[in-house]
């Protein structure tokens, strides 16, 4: 029997099967942007969120019906059993018997590597608390490779580097492709030490600094995300680094022509709406780009 491929993190993909999710979301985009196929049609994915989500969760369920399968979706998680009690293994190991893959978002670190220890289909990691999100690091790599380049890129990740959990996966996919990257935050929210000793023993060269303005004129990427609010215990500590960046049309004054701006989304405040009718912003492509992609995900898992 072929063994479950789970998706937790990104270090379990060599830098070939990302090519390979790559190439694969590429040939899909065009079901993306519109049509059908019947690919999965028989199929069933469930969308297990603890946390809420737009894109995601949305982006799962259209690539899905996109490639002919059905989605079922637990809802918020008051209306589910999970209002009454019910752990996170015995849900996982319900929904086995319902569904031919899990897609899960929880707040704990490490949910989605223990579901995957109690599931009989594939777990795909939505997000799990400051942990990982894997598939939004292959859309953004994606995004990198289609809009500017992927191999050698100079790279600014900018914001909450301690919380955030699409830097933490990010960071260790650049370190397949030789990047060269700015780690750009307040003190309180520098990447974690783990992460970047992983980066120095990959050879990349990594610069800290807590000035956009050091960086700007010097990358090909600014990619930056939102002060993750929900991670912090103390609301007070929140508060001191709630407003530390925003990018104006005034901060790129000096960008190369070419520099494309990333985010995650959701903003609250990051990016001026200004900035989205600059040829730099692709930040709503990058959201687009996540069906493709999670379209090439769904056929590998359940292909
Ligand atoms: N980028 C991302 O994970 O967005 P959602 O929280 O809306 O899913």
Request: charged share 25%; aromatic share 6%.
């Amino acid at each position: 029997m072929k063994p479950i491929r789970h998706v937790i993190n990104i270090q379990s993909f060599s830098r070939d099967e990302i090519d390979t999710i790559l190439d694969r979301a590429a040939q899909l985009e065009p079901i993306a942007h519109g049509t059908t196929s019947d690919i999965l049609s028989g199929r069933i994915l469930a969308t297990l969120f603890y946390e809420p989500s737009t894109r995601t969760r949305l982006s799962f369920d259209a690539a899905m019906k996109r490639l002919g399968g059905d989605v079922i979706d637990f809802g918020p998680t008051e209306g589910s059993s999970v209002a009454k009690g019910e752990n996170l293994a015995d849900t996982i190991s319900v929904m086995g018997g319902y569904a031919d893959a899990i897609v899960l978002r929880h707040p704990r670190e490490g949910a989605a590597r223990m579901a995957s220890e109690f599931s009989s289909v594939p777990v795909i990691n939505a997000g799990d608390g400051a942990g990982q999100h894997p598939t939004q690091t292959l859309l953004d790599l994606y995004t990198i490779r289609k809009e500017s380049k992927l191999n050698k890129v100079k790279i600014a990740l900018v914001g909450d580097l301690k919380y955030g959990r699409t830097v933490h996966s990010l960071a260790h996919a650049l370190s397949m492709y030789s990047a060269e990257i700015y780690l750009v935050a307040p003190d309180e929210l520098r990447m974690p030490d783990s992460i970047k000793t992983n980066l120095i023993e990959s050879g990349i060269r990594i610069t800290e600094t807590k000035d956009l303005d050091d960086v700007v004129g010097v990358v090909d990427v600014l990619y930056i995300t939102r002060i993750q609010k929900e991670r912090f215990p103390d609301p007070g500590e929140y508060q001191m680094v709630a407003c530390s960046y925003k990018i104006t049309e005034d901060t790129l004054k000096n960008a190369k022509d070419d520099l494309i701006i990333m985010h995650p989304l959701p903003r609250v405040g990051e990016i001026d709406p200004g900035v989205d009718k600059s040829r730099h912003a692709v930040y709503f492509k990058q959201s687009f780009y996540g069906v493709p992609v999670r379209m090439a995900i769904l056929s590998m898992v359940m292909g």
